[in-house]
């Protein structure tokens, strides 16, 4: 993969740009100018939630750019509050109305485990997971995956449905190399996708990033996100700065060695960035 156009193909058969550009905590005027920004510098894969309150600005963002839907792998996610089937398709209708489009690329269940249904996970997943095929197999959206699951979570759900997770989007960055999550994603033909690549912000203070980026002659960015790409997995970086948002993808001109992937990985040390996935969320929390 040479471009941020490139990308991954999905057992369903639908393609993946290998990039993507996140949209979390950007209020809505600031969404649509930096989503015309993304697209304009050549992203082609834009990541929003139902819980970012953003998603009329990416919309916005999207027609701003001049570009053909079609072109475009447009991602969201159900809110926490809206797990349940009817909820479910309710929500995502919702979303489509707000992006101002047809249908989504990829729809996401956001979070696996709630406080209020974690007494009864099994059927609070299974419930949202059967609106999910719902929306696929009326075309509303091309793809369904979930988003901060554990094995555990995805095992259930292929335990008892055909259409299993195609992606799964999880905390994936230097401090929290996710190499379990990538064998098993690899194993079971699901893609996985790493959101807050830059440890929100953390990259730029480690001393190891710093000096192996000036090895390659990079940013510290472009490092962490050409180092989820090695890795197999689709880095969704994010900003709201042009020259940064430019930069950020800029990733195709070098290839860190080996043994600079396995050093970089070492700072696995430090740990992920909040609670994991297991830990029971209230419905009403909003992030990744």
């Known amino acids: 993969m040479n471009s941020l156009s490139d990308g991954y193909t999905l057992y369903n058969g639908v393609q993946v740009p290998c990039v993507g550009f996140g949209t979390w905590k950007m209020p809505v005027d600031v969404a649509a100018a930096s989503v015309q920004t993304a697209i304009e510098q050549g992203y082609r894969h834009i990541d929003t939630a139902g819980a970012y309150f953003n998603e009329e600005g990416v919309g ?83 793809a369904i995956g979930t988003s901060n699951f554990l094995e555990e979570h995805i095992e259930l759900l292929k335990a008892n449905f055909k259409d299993y997770p195609m992606l799964n989007q999880v905390q994936m ?60 997995a689709v880095p969704v970086p994010k900003s709201t700065h042009p020259d940064r948002i430019r930069n950020n993808a800029d990733i195709f001109g070098f290839v860190i060695s080996d043994e600079d992937m396995e050093k970089i990985a070492t700072l696995r040390e430090y740990g992920m960035i909040g609670n994991p996935p297991s830990v029971p969320r209230t419905h009403q929390v909003v992030g990744f």
């Open 60 to 142: 916005e963002g999207v027609r701003r750019s001049g570009v053909a839907r079609e072109r475009l792998f447009l991602v969201s996610k159900l809110p926490n509050a809206d797990h349940g089937y009817q909820k479910a398709i309710e929500s995502c209708e919702a979303s489509l109305k707000k992006l101002g489009t047809d249908y989504l690329d990829a729809y996401l269940i956001h979070w696996p485990v709630l406080v209020e249904n974690q007494d009864h996970l099994e059927e609070d997943l299974c419930d949202t997971w059967r609106a999910l095929e719902r929306l696929y197999h009326d075309g509303k959206v091309r």
């Open 173 to 232: 960055h230097p401090q929290n190399p996710q190499e379990d999550m990538i064998a098993y994603c690899r194993e079971n033909r699901i893609l996985p996708e790493a959101w807050s690549p830059l440890i929100q912000g953390q990259a730029f203070k480690r001393e190891l990033l710093i000096e192996t980026a000036a090895k390659y002659g990079v940013t510290v960015a472009q490092l962490c996100v050409r180092w989820i790409f090695q890795k197999g």
